[in-house]
């Protein structure tokens, strides 16, 4: 089985519609895919109407989270999306998203860059704004040659010349909640260090201990020196390890499939959820 499990449509920052985002992983060889958007569940029922058939669907959200000041990307899987205080804590973090991307377009014209709200949000359309919208209008008006190379300190990188803060969830909350709606966590690109400072390993284990289910190790912004020492890490922790693209589209570089997470710990994560299961294709078909 070629498992993906963290990958992003144009419900939030991907430039694939959940549709398309689920009919190029089947046309890519992947047996599984997870919707993982950010801080939204909008993309569910477009992914699942369109699923084809030999391909399953875990549904999730990437929760956008901060300890001591430093970043934390939550990956959610098969929660409950209705349950209440997890819903709650998402709608706050995206309603605070458009204020917040307007005031990094602010300091980034106070920076001399020409750019316009009009344009990040034609860029956006219909998803839920951020950073990359940014990142991509950057690359319209040749500011950066790339994405990712907006994203350091001298543009939009945590602390960075155009950085703005955002309502963000503390991570031992997160595993709280989503606990509560039956899901599982999994610590995104946990020492991605070109986006900027990461957690210590001590905050990993006490996330660990907080119940925390697993990291993402298999991972681009990971080298093969970084991935070791996660997998040790994880080992001393009793945590899963799980290898995932972060397909965003064209809006980066990696590819569906480029990295996968083990059947066995797919498996792992498909027990320990009770909140919703994973969705096998019916070809397209709507389900009742």
Sequence with gaps: MRIDLHAHSTASDGTDTPAELVRAAAAGGLDVVALTDHDTVAGYREAIEALPEGLTLVTGAELSCRLDGVGVHMLAYLFDPEEPELSRERELVRDDRTPRAQAMVGKLRGLGVDITWEQVG??????????????????????VPTVSDAFTPLWLADGGRAYAEKHELDPFDAIRLVKAAGGVTVFAHPAAVKRGQCVPEDAIAALAAAGLDGIEVEHMDHDETTRVRLRGLAGDLGLLTTGSSDYHGSRKTCRLGEYTTDPEIYGEITRRATGAFPVPGAGGRVRG
């Design 122 to 143: 034609r860029i956006a359309g219909e998803g839920s704004v951020g950073r990359p919208h940014i990142a991509a209008a950057l690359v319209e008006l040749a500011v």
